[in-house]
């Protein structure tokens, strides 16, 4: 699918998903996206030419240290959710994603300058979804600080 394809429905939406530092890692080695748990809502959620952002509260889903950092960022590349077999009692849904070169980037510098943190006591709230929605300029504040090759 071409760029032109990609925009042919209009403005991309732009999407936060939180996943731990090493899934990301798995995520961007095999070009998909995998969040909550292997459900295919938040996929579904997302259309052709949407951006996706990870954000890594830890290293490790369980036992690892607090991240609390921005860790991928790239953008759906078809309308294809899928399942893949990770083992036999766990079958996760998919997407195609083509990542950017980026540099994680710590939330706490952001803080106040992301609309959903800003002056909020309690900016970690909107994480615990798994997934949710930003608007383009907080997509392009984190997308800089991550020093994320966006065309």
């Known amino acids: 699918m071409n760029t ?62 607090p991240l609390q950092a921005f860790t991928a960022i790239g953008r759906v590349m078809d309308d294809h959710v899928y399942e893949y077999a990770m083992s036999a009692t766990f079958v996760p849904y998919r997407r195609n994603i083509e990542y950017v070169p980026c540099q994680e980037a710590r939330i706490k510098g952001l803080l106040d300058r992301l609309s959903f943190t800003r002056g909020k006591r309690n900016w970690g709230y909107p994480f615990r979804t798994g997934h949710f929605e930003i608007n383009q300029e907080d997509f392009f504040t984190i997308a800089e600080a991550m020093h994320a090759a966006i065309e």
């Open 4 to 65: 032109e394809d990609l925009f042919e429905r209009g403005m991309p939406s732009y999407w936060i998903g939180v996943v731990s530092a090493s899934h990301v890692q798995r995520g961007v080695s095999g070009g998909f996206a995998q969040m909550c748990h292997g459900k295919s809502a938040p996929l579904r959620r997302m259309q052709p030419g949407d951006w996706l952002v990870y954000y890594s509260p830890r290293t490790e889903i369980r036992d690892g240290k």
